[in-house]
């Protein structure tokens, strides 16, 4: 059975390996998801845990990403760009979700939730913000704001964002799913 890593990596770079942890020196986007996974499964010992969590802060200044290590996140979790990202402590992420470069998933109360189904592209500067949720298959477009529910099979565009169905809505944006 592949770990969360690996179908992580396998979205980057749609190939399986078993110690992805090597690849981490090339791929920073890869790296800082693999840190929020081994220090998230909690198995690896007290004394390397910290370490770990010096370098995932450390990392989080270098290039400008906040992921709340109280977040909770599918596999196969893939981020395109390096470079301000930030998700909230109470945001779940389903599935095959891939998210752009500087993208705000967070609370403006910080006591609201945001669920984000699976298969869900997420564009550069879109901020989903309140006590929402994001169905399955959804593409959101760039530059959108998003503070409502969406349903499953979704493009949502614009700002004021209008929701449009669509069968299909991330064949050609979600690639490599597991």
Known sequence: MKTSIQKDYYRH???????????????IDFRYTYLFRKISEKKTPIIF???LKSYYKF???????????????????YIIHAHR?????????GKNCNFSHCTTIGQTKGRDNIIIGNKVWIGTYCVLDGNITIGNNVL???????????????????NPAKIIKRENATEDYINNTI
Do not use: M
Request: charged share 10%; proline share 6%; glycine share 6%.
């Open 140 to 158: 959101i477009a760039p530059l959108t704001y998003v503070n409502f529910n969406v349903p499953d099979n979704s493009i949502v565009i614009g």
């Open 85 to 93: 990202l930030y998700v909230g402590p109470r945001v779940i992420i």
């Open 13 to 27: 770079t749609s190939k399986w390996i078993n110690h992805p942890w090597i690849k981490t020196i090339f791929n």
């Open 49 to 51: 845990n910290f370490f």
């Open 59 to 77: 990392l989080s200044k270098q290039i400008n990403y906040h992921i709340d290590l109280k977040a909770t996140i599918g596999d196969g979790f």
